[in-house]
């Protein structure tokens, strides 16, 4: 990915200046929605990424778009743009939501199930992933119909896949070495 590092030492920076101005968390709820629009709308990622749109075009665009942001979040946009880097705003939104949360302690898990987590299976799981971490965890879930049951849980590094698929394929090779 390009610009990885400099989306991180963005996302360090603004999130020490926040700190010191007492709104990280009010920046990091810009940055969430920063993110999300980006990600889901093709047309605002394509005028960020487009070498043929002027930067005060894209500047327009993000002021109008995030206008009742945070005045830190808006002198990032700011200074992405002076910086001709405003291309790489959705990878340091990211990076500060993953750099707020580890300050914050807390772990994003992913869950990979057939069908939607209950809320009483959700519970079950972030209890889980706090024994096995020590840190508060937050679930994202995504829904995968191959796996055919069962779940999948990835924290950090940290993958245990207990799916019908995976043990089927399990089964699978056993057969197949005897």
């Known amino acids: ?21 007492k709104s990280a968390e009010a920046v990091n709820n810009d940055m969430k929605l920063i993110a999300n629009t980006i990600a889901e709308s093709k047309d605002l990622s394509d005028t960020l990424q487009s070498p043929v749109i002027g930067s005060s075009v894209k500047k327009t665009v993000l002021l109008e778009v995030f206008k009742k942001s945070d005045k830190t979040t808006l002198s990032l946009i700011d200074t992405l743009v002076n910086n001709n ?16 949360d580890q300050s914050k302690g807390i772990e994003l898990a992913t ?31 995504i829904i ?8 999948i849980l ?10 019908i698929a995976n043990q089927l394929s399990k089964l699978k090779r056993e057969f197949t070495l005897n």
């Open 1 to 21: 990915m390009a610009g990885a590092r400099a989306a991180i030492r963005y996302a360090k920076a603004v999130l020490s200046l926040a700190s010191d101005q």
């Open 144 to 151: 995968d119909e191959s796996i055919l049951g069962g779940f």
């Open 85 to 100: 880097r405003i291309d790489i705003l959705g990878h340091v939104a990211l990076k500060y939501n993953q750099l707020f």
């Open 154 to 163: 990835r924290i950090g590094d940290i993958q245990y896949n207990a799916s």
């Open 111 to 141: 869950v990979t199930t057939a069908i939607a987590l209950t809320a009483g299976l959700e519970k079950e799981v972030l209890a889980k992933a706090k024994e096995l971490t020590g840190k508060n965890v937050e679930v994202e879930n």
